[in-house]
């Protein structure tokens, strides 16, 4: 199969999931995505690492940092490249830029969730819930495809593996 021919199959796979997924999500569920994606913006994930280092300063907190700053100066050469424009049906929020692909919140969940998981295996449980709570809620809001938030996951998820891997 040729790359436009499966680039256009993922494309209308993604598109078809995305409408399952709006024609059946309650408003209860969509009134929880919107707290749990703001926890995923950049703002929130900067304070709680500001907080995490002046806490905790030291060895894991910086590591955790690098591990999601690493993921996001991906992501952001990523989305540049890339550039999918976002979902255009089923939209519930403002998106913060016009491209889709990775997912940046995903992309950030992952990374520190990954990250926190190796360093503080303790934490690893709740942090990954949160991740996965992240990254569903960009789709079930309609600001990411799904595909675009598997994308985000896997970067975040590599740039923790290879910082910790390499500096840990």
């Known amino acids: 199969m040729s790359t436009p021919r499966l680039l256009s199959r993922l494309d209308a796979a993604d598109c078809h999931v995305l409408h399952w997924i709006a024609r059946r999500r309650a408003p209860s569920l969509v009134r929880i995505m919107r707290v749990v994606t703001r926890t995923g913006d ?34 952001w050469c990523i989305k540049r ?3 999918r424009s976002r979902p255009e049906l089923h ?16 992309t950030c969940a992952w990374a520190l969730a990954v990250a926190c998981s190796i360093l503080l295996p303790a934490a690893a449980l709740p942090i990954c819930g949160w991740a996965i709570a ?32 390499l500096l840990g």
Do not use: E, K, N, Q
Not at 43 to 62: D, K, M, N, Q
Not at 137 to 143: F, G, K, N, T, Y
């Open 42 to 75: 950049a703002l929130f994930i900067a304070a709680a690492l500001a907080v995490a280092v002046a806490c905790r300063p030291g060895r894991t907190s910086a590591l955790i940092t690098l591990s999601t700053l690493a993921a996001l100066a991906a992501f």
């Open 81 to 83: 490249l890339v550039r």
């Open 91 to 106: 939209v519930l929020m403002a998106a913060p830029d016009r491209f889709s692909m990775p997912s940046g919140h995903a």
């Open 134 to 165: 992240v990254s569903l809620s960009r789709v079930v809001l309609a600001v990411h495809y799904p595909f675009d938030v598997l994308a985000g996951s896997a970067l975040g998820s590599a740039a923790a593996l290879v910082v910790v891997g």
